[in-house]
């Protein structure tokens, strides 16, 4: 079993959709989730952090089950600017300083 | 001006040649990552520093070398080049901390490397 594992996609959605991608994860000590965004090419940059709560950022919205070991990122309206792969990202525990990062969800919005 | 740097931004080598990329970074970070990329296997870590004397390796160090210079400075060394080293390589950097989301990491724009 992978130990960050997401389903690669492609989701392929029109403009104004929205979309729910899942991610699960193996080590139930991970204390830290977050989600990136990376372009084509292009380095990853932290879309956001996910908290225990759940959290919200405009049109995104992450949440976390730990009980489940999931992690989900819900995008309402969707711009074709989102066009991107979205990394689902787990720490690894001890206090390690290591991430573990998923393969990455490829999202393609369509006019 | 960008937090974290990479040169060169893409490099073309030959078999067997020395090759070195560089990272610098204006965060203030302690931590320092080398990942490389490659299609359908994701961000594999290489090596990673917490601080200018404590070197680790990753996942993948065959092959590689890392020099810590400098708190702000982590280079990586291909010491023989070999075609399978052709990927995307990614410097990145953290902070330390014990809370929620302070091992956040910030990358760099890479390096295209090329091995013929």
């Known amino acids: 079993r992978k130990e960050v594992e997401q389903d690669p996609g492609p989701f392929n959605v029109p403009e104004g959709a929205t979309v729910a991608f899942n991610c699960t994860y193996s080590?139930?000590?991970?204390?830290?989730f977050f989600w990136y965004r990376q372009d084509c090419r292009k380095e990853p940059k932290l879309l956001m952090s996910?908290?225990?709560s759940g959290n919200e950022d405009g049109r995104f919205t992450a949440q976390l089950n730990r009980a489940s070991q999931y992690i989900s990122l819900l995008i309402r309206d969707s711009k074709l600017s989102d066009s991107a792969t979205y990394l689902c990202?787990?720490?690894?525990?001890?206090?390690?300083?290591?991430?573990?990062f998923g393969q990455g969800t490829t999202l393609q919005v369509k006019p | 001006d960008a937090d974290v740097t990479q040169t060169p931004r893409n490099r073309i080598t030959k078999t067997g040649k020395r090759i070195m990329l560089e990272c610098s970074q204006t965060?203030?970070?302690?931590?320092m990552y080398w990942y490389r990329q490659d299609p359908g296997l994701g961000l594999r870590l290489i090596y990673y520093?917490?601080?200018?004397?404590?070197?680790n390796k990753g996942e993948i160090s065959d092959g590689y070398s890392v020099s810590r210079q400098a708190q702000a400075k982590f280079s990586l060394s291909l010491e023989s080049a070999i075609p399978n080293q052709t990927a995307l390589y990614f410097c990145?950097?953290?902070?330390f901390g014990q809370g929620v989301g302070t091992d956040t990491q910030y990358f760099g724009p890479g390096t295209r490397l090329t091995v013929l």
């Open positions: 990145a950097t953290s902070d």
């Open positions: 990202v787990v720490n690894r525990p001890s206090n390690t300083g290591k991430l573990i």
């Open positions: 965060k203030g970070h302690d931590r």
């Open positions: 996910v908290y225990s």
């Open positions: 080590n139930s000590a991970s204390q830290s």
């Open positions: 520093s917490f601080d200018v004397k404590d070197i």
